[in-house]
């Protein structure tokens, strides 16, 4: 027998995504759902043997290659990354960022100079191995990119996708030759594709037929190259200019300068809600600039308010950033230099996240700089500059004009623009991008998608020219090309949309939405739309931050139901600014669905919650914590978007119990089980840290898991993990040092005694020693995180129902619907369904004439005993039981009265004591009986009613 099996081994705990031989070594790597990857040796005799595992990824590990000279693996996840290990050390070489969506395939060039990979996000990207940079971006596909092939030459790179075609790209060029039709099934994920290794001939192979079949294609160069006109494609590079800086340090004037040439008008100046952008073409900064010919090449040019409410929402836009300008006004001092400072930590913190070991070029620019002053400290911006790497510094004045040609210049001097990732993409994929630039030039908000498919199609915006010079130059192309092609525009096309097309107006739009130029959405009627204008979308989204944050009641929330309404509080937004009303719908779903999920906020009995409007306390002022803190992480960048979606993923995720938010804290209880929590403390600088936790009784696998799943989100979010052993006692609050805490895990101990006070505290372990003694503990995570991915999904479609309801406030003089219920007397084994289910049937029978249906009302009172003698799980029943009725009946948590019962009450008779003398007491705390009295203690008896305590 010329093959035998060898041995069977288990290799990892979860399914196996991808296996490769060293081409130099008698090794193999395997990857897995489990995001490890594991080097292999095999031998003679027994099953091969484990030599290395490779950790770092966040995501399920899709693939493994080892280059042609076996000193690199490559390995694409499903975190949207490529990494390179050196395998001579195991250790991270590269992280190569820029996919928007899953990694599913990647695959070395020949001669290991380039890698291809391909992507969920529709889009297969070309990288340097040696920079770790992306060279190309190829588009065209209009769904999912599953698997590439370099052909035995280099010559050719072949691409399958759900699509159901493969694509064939030159490699000199980079742009498409041809497509082939493949029927494929849709529900398999591992559609694959293979170039013959050997022989003259160029063979491909593809799976066809619903994937039952395969496909043998002889591809002839000489033919493909030779073939009449090719596809037509437009080679793209765009640059991203972010302006950023204190609030009313000029940032809008300064960027109408630029981008302008004007200075705002007197109706346009005071503080900037929100931010612009401006669309640039390269030369207008630098002739030099000036794209090759048969390319395209423009600037983007945005403007970030600086207001704290906007800020939270600007950290959702500032991907991509190829220059940032972060302005300061150098008169002002030390106060100046610390907030140039703070941007540029948050700056590098996000762009750490996006560019990896790849920074941005930043310039530091003085404003408001009309005359010369001898306030400012060169010496200071000199100094400021080595420390936060600005390439350089220049003084600019919108007003005056004064530098603005210096600072255009040394912005087209930091871009690098031949070491930018270039696009090759269809023409038609471009048309559509560069419709939505029309539309948006010409003030459209608001745009059903086959409205902008229509507007293509029949050449609308081709009618007349805009103002603008970037949108104007366009326009001529497009313009051109119609005539070229010999259709006139007075002559709509009425022709209905190939489906080809409408696949590629769904794929471009959806890159343009996840690239932050656009918001799209699908309205609760099931239309698509998509909102041309960010600026509009931020204002509204800071206007609702502030709503939240000036609430009435002190806490940092928005009721759903007014979201509906034309009364939604909207403060900040004149009544000219606000869209009509139909349009402003659209715009507040699109917001909602932002802020769910980004983690801005999260749903809660009927509420919008923002965990990070809740204000942390800074160092010194930070309390006295209920239980210890055992171990905390410091961190810098997007403090509050960071500790806002932890909070929020906790909550929506309910494996830690009922969650109670404190100012800078968020502590998370079920009966029996103990208490989980963090907490929040600002420094100075932009600096933070978060505090882990647990009540002495909280059992290891809880701590585990809330651990775990901490960690996980600040990795994920970038944060550089820095983790603290060091404990806080929780009755001396005196901390034991970090040394002491590692001596006792080294000598085996569970828990550290205090040295002043002798309070035992319980060990906390870091992820990775939890990852070693509980590997079961990834299971559960990873069953968590769909659970929370899920109810977030769920938790949009609600809220987006609550916006695009009918206006619910009530008419001056309509009927307010108060449901009044009493005597629940809820238990531990009492159904909150059950109960919900028949009140309903009451309240929506329709067959009483005297008592009509009711959908909604507008409070609801519980009074009596809602629970059987103050039984905590009998109040959780009561609780689901509530929740789920403010869902049903469109009420919110600030609409509901609770007026407990003397059965709700708890420690009823410890709260009184009898005392014989009462002398200096308060009169109202005691009560005679006979010779003695009966005092209250107003400790125990605040306690009573423990249950209803938030």
Request: proline content about 5%; aromatic content about 8%; some cysteine.
């Amino acid at each position: 027998m010329w093959f035998a099996l060898a041995p069977n081994f288990q290799g990892h705990d979860y399914s196996i995504y991808s296996v490769d031989w060293s081409p130099i070594q008698p090794q193999f790597a395997s990857a897995s759902k489990g995001n490890a990857i594991r080097i292999w040796r095999a031998g003679t005799d027994g099953p091969p043997q484990l030599i290395a595992q490779l950790t770092g990824h966040l995501g399920s590990v899709r693939a493994v290659r080892w280059s042609g000279d076996g000193k690199t693996l490559a390995s694409a996840s499903e975190d949207g990354t490529v990494k390179l290990w050196d395998a001579a050390t195991g250790k991270e070489s590269w992280t190569l960022r820029g996919h928007t969506g899953l990694v599913l395939s990647v695959v070395w060039a020949p001669d290991d100079s380039l890698l291809a990979s391909a992507s969920a996000d529709g889009t297969v990207r070309i990288w340097s191995p040696e920079s770790g940079q992306a060279r190309f971006v190829l588009e065209g596909h209009s769904s999912a990119v599953l698997d590439v092939a370099f052909s035995q030459d280099g010559q050719w790179l072949a691409s399958c996708s759900r699509d159901n075609t493969v694509r064939l790209w030159r490699t000199d060029f980079w742009s498409e030759l041809t497509s082939l039709a493949v029927q494929s099934d849709e529900d398999n994920p591992w559609q694959s594709l293979a170039f013959r290794p050997v022989g003259p001939a160029v063979v491909l192979a593809t799976l066809g037929d619903k994937d039952r079949a395969i496909y043998l294609w002889e591809l002839d160069p000489g033919v493909l190259l030779g073939q009449g006109r090719p596809k037509p494609q437009v080679r793209y590079t765009s640059a991203k200019v972010v302006l950023v800086g204190e609030s009313e340090v000029g940032k809008s004037c300064l960027a109408m300068r630029f981008a302008e040439d004007r200075y705002p008008k007197d109706h346009e100046h005071g503080t900037t809600h929100g931010m612009r952008f401006w669309n640039m073409e390269a030369e207008d900064l630098h002739p030099s600039a000036r794209p090759p010919v048969g390319q395209r090449r423009d600037v983007v040019l945005w403007d970030f308010g600086g207001q704290d409410e906007y800020r939270l929402v600007h950290q959702l836009f500032l991907h991509d950033t190829t220059l940032a300008l972060v302005l300061m006004d150098p008169t002002r001092g030390r106060a100046a230099f610390d907030q140039a400072r703070d941007w540029n930590r948050r700056l590098d913190k996000h762009l750490q996240r996006q560019l990896g070991e790849h920074q941005a070029v930043k310039l530091l620019v003085g404003a408001k700089q009309d005359q010369p002053s001898e306030l400012v400290d060169r010496k200071g911006i000199e100094a400021l500059c080595a420390e936060c790497d600005f390439a350089g510094y220049i003084e600019t004045s919108a007003k005056a004009p004064v530098g603005i040609e210096a600072l255009k210049a040394a912005v087209g001097e930091g871009l690098d623009w031949d070491a930018m990732t270039k696009t090759s993409r269809p023409e038609l994929f471009q048309r559509i991008r560069d419709e939505v630039a029309l539309r948006r030039e010409a003030g459209d908000v608001v745009v059903l998608l086959m409205d902008l498919a229509a507007g293509i199609r029949e050449g609308r915006t081709l009618a007349r020219a805009p103002k603008k010079a970037a949108a104007r130059r366009i326009w001529e192309v497009w313009r051109r090309k119609a005539k070229e092609d010999g259709r006139s525009q007075d002559q709509p096309q009425t022709a209905p949309l190939p489906p080809f097309d409408k696949a590629a107006l769904a794929a471009v739009t959806d890159q343009l939405a996840t690239q932050g130029v656009i918001v799209k959405t699908r309205m609760t009627s099931g239309e698509q739309v998509i909102v041309l204008q960010l600026p509009v979308v931020e204002r509204y989204a800071g206007a609702l931050i502030v709503a939240a944050r000036n609430h009435p009641h002190r806490v940092p929330v928005l009721e759903e139901r007014l979201l509906g309404s034309p009364q939604v509080p909207l403060p900040g937004l004149d009544p000219d600014e606000r869209l009509e009303r139909p349009q402003e719908k659209v715009v507040l779903e699109c917001v909602v669905e932002l802020m769910i999920q980004h983690g801005l906020c999260f749903r809660h009995g009927g509420l919008l919650v923002f965990p990070s409007l809740f204000p942390a306390p800074v160092t010194g002022d930070e309390g006295k914590l209920p239980h210890s803190v055992s171990l905390y992480y410091d961190f810098t960048g997007a403090i509050d978007n960071i500790y806002a979606a932890l909070v929020a993923r906790l909550m929506v995720g309910e494996a830690f119990g009922e969650g109670r938010l404190r100012p800078g804290r968020a502590e998370f209880d079920r009966p029996g089980s103990g208490v989980c929590g963090i907490h929040q403390l600002k420094r100075a600088g932009g600096l933070a840290r978060v505090d882990l936790f647990f009540a002495e009784e909280t059992p290891p696998g809880r701590r585990d898991l809330f651990t775990r799943f901490v960690e996980e989100h600040l990795r994920e979010n970038g944060v550089e993990i820095r983790e603290h052993q060091a404990i806080r006692c929780r009755e001396c609050q005196r901390e034991i040092t970090e040394d002491m805490v590692q001596a006792n895990i080294a000598a085996g101990e569970k828990d550290v005694v205090c040295p002043w006070c002798r309070t035992h505290t319980l060990i906390t372990e870091g992820v990775e020693r939890i990852r070693e003694r509980n590997p079961e503990s990834e299971a559960r995570m990873v069953a968590l995180r769909k659970y929370i991915d899920q109810r977030l999904a769920e938790d949009v479609q609600s809220a987006k129902r609550a916006v695009a309801g009918a206006d619910q406030m009530a008419q001056t003089g309509a009927p307010v619907r108060i449901l009044h219920l009493s005597d629940l007397h809820f238990e531990e084994d009492s159904s909150p369904k059950a109960s919900l289910r028949w009140l309903l049937q009451d309240l929506r029978n329709d067959k009483d004439q005297n008592f009509p249906a009711i959908e909604k009302v507008e409070y609801l009172i519980l009074s009596g005993d809602v629970t059987h003698q103050g039984d905590a799980a009998g109040f959780d029943k009561a609780r689901a039981f509530v929740e789920q009725l403010i869902e049903e009946l469109g009420l919110s948590a600030l609409r509901c009265i609770f007026v407990p019962g003397n059965h709700d009450l708890q420690r009823r008779d410890s709260c009184y004591r009898y005392q014989s003398s009462v002398a200096g007491l308060d009169a109202r705390r005691l009560v005679k009986q006979g010779d003695i009295y009966l005092v209250r203690d107003d400790t125990d008896y605040l306690l009573r009613l423990a249950l209803f305590r938030g």
